[in-house]
């Protein structure tokens, strides 16, 4: 059998229903196997970045590893950044690269290079993977692809690379001859120690006056999601979830109080700041979560922190008094076995004053919904979110079109929501549509929503859109500048505007005029008058639409994490002092824990 037939065949048995790729020298044979498979589909990116990030869109959306092949040389080097976004966003995804001839290759010389286009990419990759090697031993293929795929779906998931060589690749091979690769007990969790934990947690939950439950994504890694539904009605304590966690509940559970943060509203994070215990169940609790400041993060809190990965848990940036190294699913089934006849203290005024902090807090402010000429981002946000289904997949870029989607969507029952949330690439949301939209067997509507920045990242992935037909419905907050970064050189730079706006360097095209080269649908939307009806009427418009959202390029981001300059540093303020800043009375209403001295 030849060995790339035995690698795209292997791929199909671990359940893997589309490849993205692009062919080049190094991988013909891999890619002649590929459109040979006649159970495996192979899917044509325009760059190998968005390969890489199709394949992690997939993985996303099925819950099952990702896939997708590169030549050697720049088609591996190009690939790296999807592969970094696999990494911090925990998805397993097998990357597979060609390579030169191993009698071409530099091996242990100090050479540069020695076969065409060489680069020695598995060391460059080796950061940012959990497993990467070249393939110099046909028989041992199966042995690194059992342990890729292994490793990729273990513990805490991530991608892998397998490189090999052009030689490689077409030699022949017996596989019932080829060594198998036995992974060795690697139980992360001690049981034992797990149960007393459990007990642990459930007499603070018994005592705790204001708790708060923070769901993270690593319930969804989990494939907990049910487990976690049971756990939010056997508790009966508010809740908020992380950014990459958002669409674990719906947004009207009344339970729900929001997505904390820098990056979050003032309600979710007076939630937290106020808390007396704090359960976060599949988070790191990274600054975006905490701020740069976490001893100022619930800090009045008993905190316990569920991860699988142990080096979270000990990085000591929010203290935890409980600290729990297991997998979300396994937590949460032992905690629903405890926590049978649970019976904690009275919280109703508490919930009720989360509840109370949803509703009083909204981003849409009032004097937004006044604006005549363009469109408001919130009150856009606000508006899609109404308007897309709890069917649909919801797919969001970076800058404004994450900030103030994370502020404002509002999540419906058994709605998908996505975006990259650790790397945060700007443009990731045309591969991921692609790869979500393949990994859902085309029965799902996707809508996404990017900025003008990012819409050019991508931007020749609309051809692959165009080529497969791909239904899909992109929005564009298009305010000709990169506002975000706008707003933090006027806040720290004295507005010195470089890079971010027309004047300084920046500038967008007619996306409508591109979008009709690609013989796509177009729309725009320039005021917020009758904006549902026009949000619905695109929705409503066959094939792929590109709408224009015409936003003003000074339009406040706010509520936001802000810092003062004090003794000539910058101090963040925490959590429940975003600007601009309440007034005090107001403020100081708000807060049942002592606020900061400040």
Not at 119 to 126: A, F, G, S
Not at 328 to 355: H, M, P, Q, V, Y
């Amino acid at each position: 059998m030849k060995l790339s037939d035995y690698v795209i065949d292997y791929l199909y048995r671990l359940g893997i229903t589309h490849i993205f790729a692009i062919s080049g020298h190094g991988n013909l044979h891999l890619i002649d196997s590929l459109g040979r498979h006649p159970n495996i589909a192979h899917v044509s990116t325009q760059h190998e970045q968005a390969a890489a990030t199709a394949a992690e869109g997939y993985a996303k959306a099925t819950g099952n590893i990702g896939a997708a092949i590169f030549t050697t040389g720049p088609g591996g080097t190009n690939a790296v950044s999807g592969v970094a976004a696999a990494w911090l966003d925990s998805v397993p995804c097998i990357y597979i690269s060609g390579q030169v001839n191993v009698s071409e290759s530099i091996r242990d010389t100090r050479v540069r290079q020695f076969g065409v286009q060489e680069i020695n990419i598995v060391d460059i990759v080796t950061p940012i993977t959990k497993y990467a090697v070249t393939v110099t031993d046909p028989n041992t293929i199966a042995f690194h692809l059992q342990k890729a795929a292994h490793l990729a779906t273990s513990g805490r998931p991530g991608p892998v690379w397998l490189a090999i060589p052009l030689d490689i690749s077409h030699a022949e091979i017996a596989p019932e001859q080829l060594k198998a690769f036995i992974p060795d007990n690697d139980r992360t969790t001690d049981v034992v120690l797990l149960a007393r934990q459990i007990k642990e947690t459930v007499a603070l939950l018994r005592k705790a006056e204001r708790p708060i439950l923070l769901a993270g994504a690593g319930i969804k890694r989990a494939r907990a999601e049910k487990v976690f539904s049971h756990i939010v009605e056997t508790l009966g304590i508010p809740m908020l979830c992380t950014y990459s966690g958002a669409d674990l509940i719906h947004h009207n559970h009344p339970l729900y109080v929001g997505r904390p943060g820098v990056n979050g509203t003032r309600g979710p994070n007076f939630a937290v700041q106020n808390a007396d215990l704090l359960l976060a169940v599949g988070t790191r609790l990274n600054t975006t979560q905490t701020s740069s400041r976490p001893e100022t993060y619930a800090r009045a809190a008993k905190k316990i922190v569920v991860d699988i990965d142990e080096d979270e848990l000990k990085k000591c940036w929010v203290a935890a008094d409980i600290a729990i190294r297991a997998d979300a699913k396994l937590f949460l089934n032992a905690l629903s076995d405890e926590l049978k006849n649970f019976r904690g203290k009275d919280i109703r005024l508490w919930t009720k004053r989360c509840a109370e902090w949803k509703k009083n807090y909204s981003p849409v402010l009032p004097e937004y919904l006044k604006l005549k000429h363009k469109v408001n981002s919130f009150v856009f946000i606000d508006a899609l979110s109404d308007a897309v289904k709890g069917s649909d997949l919801f797919i969001h870029d970076m800058g404004s079109s994450f900030s103030c989607t994370m502020q404002t969507w509002k999540v419906k029952r058994g709605q998908y929501v996505s975006s990259n949330y650790g790397l945060a690439n700007m443009g990731y949301f045309l591969p991921a549509c692609i790869g979500a939209w393949f990994g859902r067997k085309k029965k799902q509507r996707v809508v996404a929503l990017c900025g003008d920045g990012g819409m050019q990242m991508t931007i020749g992935e609309l051809q692959t859109i165009a080529h497969y037909k791909i239904p899909l419905k992109i929005f564009i907050l298009n305010n000709h500048c990169y506002l975000t970064i706008k707003h933090s050189q006027l806040t720290y730079f004295n507005g010195r505007f470089v890079d971010s706006t027309p004047e300084s360097g920046y500038s967008a095209p007619d996306f409508l005029n591109i979008a009709n080269a690609y013989g796509l649908h177009t729309a725009s939307i320039t005021n917020q008058k009758n904006l549902k009806e026009k949000i619905k009427k695109v929705l409503a418009m066959p094939g792929t639409v590109i709408c224009d959202v015409l936003m003003p390029d000074d339009q406040p981001l706010i509520p936001k994490l802000t810092a003062k300059v004090v003794r000539g540093k910058f101090i963040t303020h925490p959590l429940e002092d975003m600007y601009p800043l309440l007034p005090r009375k107001e403020f100081l209403k708000n807060m049942d824990v002592k606020p900061l001295d400040e």
